[in-house]
């Protein structure tokens, strides 16, 4: 139950973060509202992972596949290039959160 309620945490961090770039700095009510709500909604469930996986495990993979998300959100439908050096930092984003799982740090 731990990693779908950490699963829905990120989903939730990931859209609020997108929501952030279309909130043009907050100045945009219906963006900036879901925003608010996505963090809101993302600690809640990462509040209650806590209960189960251990903070350092579930603070790492909310972080990283956060992160790695957002990054290949910004390249498939933003804009934004990809480079093998960007490309290699998302790579190793998610192999981080492997060997951290594989690692039996929870």
Do not use: C
């Not at 192999?95 to 799982?101: A, D, E």
């Amino acid at each position: 139950m731990g990693y779908l309620l950490l699963a829905g945490a990120i989903v939730a961090e990931v859209g609020a973060t997108t929501a952030m770039k279309y909130s043009d700095g907050f100045s945009r009510l219906w963006p900036s509202l879901l925003t608010l709500l996505g963090y809101v909604v993302s600690f809640s469930l990462l509040a209650q992972t806590l209960r189960t996986l251990s903070i350092g495990t579930a603070y790492a993979i909310w972080a990283g596949v956060g992160t790695a998300a957002i990054a290949a959100i910004g390249v498939l439908f933003m804009g934004e290039g990809l480079t093998a050096l960007k490309a290699l930092g998302i790579a190793l984003i998610i192999v981080g959160v492997v060997v951290l799982n594989l690692g039996g740090a929870h």
